[in-house]
């Protein structure tokens, strides 16, 4: 069975270790900027949001590579870019509906999550378990679902 990220704002403090984590995993630096995870901070709320690719089923970046620079990992489930084939043209960040593909500036490619080859560092880093790697089933539509209830609910007070 597929694992993915499960991602609860509800425990996140904001500690960006995640961000440290992804950034020295893939880019040997700890800079935030060049992560692939990012907390969102509501700073009216007081309130963190981590959140990353999704590793969408019906991957739209992937179907939107004119290059078919992104390909599935059958192994994690996670949709890979190839930096030897990626010409940087950006319309898989277009394409991405949530916002969670890059563009490095430095290296002219785009980057998202890849589930660092089924061991994701951001979960490692979390001290709150605020990120974790569950059994693919346990995220999805129905979670989703239950939690823009419970949002709407709370609004609604």
Same mark, same amino acid.
């Given at each position: 069975?597929?694992?993915?990220?499960?991602?609860?704002?509800?425990?996140?403090?904001?500690?960006?270790?995640?961000?440290?984590?992804?950034?020295?995993?893939?880019? +040997?630096?700890?800079?935030?900027?060049?992560?692939?995870?990012?907390?969102?901070?509501?700073?009216?709320?007081?309130?963190?949001?981590?959140? #990353?690719?999704?590793?969408?089923?019906?991957?739209?970046?992937?179907?939107?590579?004119?290059?078919?620079a992104? &390909?599935?990992? *059958?192994?994690?489930?996670?949709?890979?870019?190839?930096?030897? #084939?990626?010409?940087?043209?950006?319309?898989? &960040?277009?394409?991405?509906?949530?916002? &969670?593909?890059?563009?490095?500036?430095? #290296?002219?490619?785009v980057?998202?999550?890849?589930?660092? +080859?089924?061991?994701p560092?951001?979960?490692?880093?979390?001290? &709150?378990? !605020?990120?974790?790697?569950?059994?693919?089933?346990?995220?999805?539509?129905?979670?989703?679902?239950?939690?823009?209830?419970? #949002?709407d609910? !709370?609004? *609604? !007070?």
């Open positions: 069975m597929q694992k993915s990220l499960y991602l609860d704002a509800d425990k996140c403090t904001g500690c960006l270790q995640c961000e440290m984590a992804c950034s020295y995993e893939h880019e +040997g630096v700890f800079n935030p900027v060049k992560s692939s995870i990012k907390v969102f901070n509501f700073h009216d709320e007081g309130r963190f949001v981590p959140y #990353t690719c999704t590793q969408c089923d019906e991957a739209w970046c992937m179907t939107a590579c004119p290059v078919d992104i &390909t599935l990992d *059958a192994t994690t489930g996670a949709k890979v870019v190839n930096n030897s #084939t990626c010409v940087g043209c950006k319309v898989c &960040t277009i394409a991405c509906p949530f916002g &969670t593909i890059n563009y490095n500036s430095s #290296t002219g490619k980057t998202k999550c890849d589930l660092c +080859g089924g061991d560092q951001c979960v490692d880093a979390c001290p &709150t378990e !605020a990120i974790t790697y569950v059994e693919a089933d346990a995220t999805g539509f129905e979670r989703m679902k239950k939690w823009a209830q419970k #949002t609910n !709370a609004g *609604a !007070a």
